[in-house]
């Protein structure tokens, strides 16, 4: 009875452990201080090599340094702890071990290879990985419906569907899916209202989606990762003011910690233009598009930005 007892109070002392590290590793990661995101991490497999999470986070991060950094320099490492998660939970489902969270961790997986294929334009092979993905998921939620983390995945795909016409009431559903999942999920509630933020953005919601972009920022303001949706979001509002300082706030962010960034930094700077131009001042505008000129020259990545930065620069240079 006593080495039951020792074994089980073993087992909660290494998951608070396993879950300590995980959080950190997240935190970190929203706030784009990836050196303490791998540390932590790192962490959290040595302390238990076979569970699937610790893999799982990792190829998240390497996912959110890759659409960060706009760069497929680290796509290798990405794909070897996706292999690694669904290694792990294949072979827990095998054992009959947690296996709705194992469902989880390879439906997750799936979809972050998708949106990595969407972002490269390839949406055929982005779709086999998201069908992949929901498989999962409904295996996941069948054994365990309140399992909330895999709600931000399943509203994604959800909100998603009701893109098309004849699915347009699954918009809503994915909707109060996500929201499901930024209240009550184990690991992603911050990413999962940030998701919700852009979603609610997208519906018109604005007054909802600025509430949940502002309780981000304040909780995590020196990083990028929730200032790019709140500064969206502002710009949606037509709050010119609000716009330009959450803006300005990533150009330098970005100047500072990833100067090699381009696409990035032409990014931030036509945002700029464009609430600028709005205000009227259109010398910022102008300078804004002459160092958007200088950097996107023969640049195939911001091709599409420069046409739009010569449709403002043509209006500001009528408007003086």
Request: overall charge negative; some cysteine.
């Amino acid at each position: 009875m006593f080495s039951v007892l020792l074994f089980v109070l073993f087992s909660f002392s290494q998951q608070d452990s396993l879950d300590l590290y995980i959080n950190k590793g997240l935190d970190a990661s929203y706030i784009e201080d990836y050196d303490n995101a791998r540390f932590y991490i790192n962490k959290a497999i040595m302390l238990d090599p076979n569970n699937p999470l610790g893999y799982f986070v990792y190829a998240g991060l390497f996912r959110l340094f890759m659409s960060d950094f706009v760069t497929d320099s680290l796509l290798d490492s990405f794909f070897y702890y996706a292999d690694k998660t669904i290694e792990k939970a294949n072979l827990r489902i095998k054992n009959g071990d947690e296996e709705a969270w194992a469902h989880f961790y390879i439906g997750g997986i799936n979809m972050y290879i998708s949106s990595f294929y969407i972002e490269k334009g390839n949406y055929i092979k982005s779709f086999g990985f998201a069908e992949r993905s929901i498989n999962e998921i409904k295996f996941c939620l069948a054994q365990e419906p309140e399992l909330y983390d895999a709600y931000l995945v399943m509203g994604s795909y959800e909100y998603l569907k009701g893109s098309f016409p004849l699915w347009s009431t699954y918009k809503n559903i994915g909707i109060e899916k996500v929201k499901k999942a930024a209240l009550m999920s184990k690991y992603s509630q911050p990413m999962a209202k940030n998701v919700l933020a852009i979603l609610l953005e997208r519906e018109g919601r604005l007054d909802e989606s600025l509430e949940i972009a502002k309780e981000l920022v304040n909780t995590y303001p020196q990083g990028r990762t929730f200032r790019w949706t709140l500064s969206k979001v502002y710009m949606a509002r037509e709050e010119w003011d609000e716009t330009i300082e959450n803006y300005e706030y990533l150009l330098l962010n970005i100047i500072q910690e990833q100067p090699g960034n381009n696409y990035n930094i032409i990014q931030t700077k036509l945002s700029l233009a464009t609430a600028y131009y709005k205000k009227g001042e259109y010398d910022k505008v102008i300078q804004l598009c002459n160092d958007i000129f200088e950097r996107g020259k023969n640049n195939e990545k911001t091709k599409k930005m420069v046409k739009e930065t010569e449709k403002i620069y043509k209006k500001a240079k009528e408007g003086q």
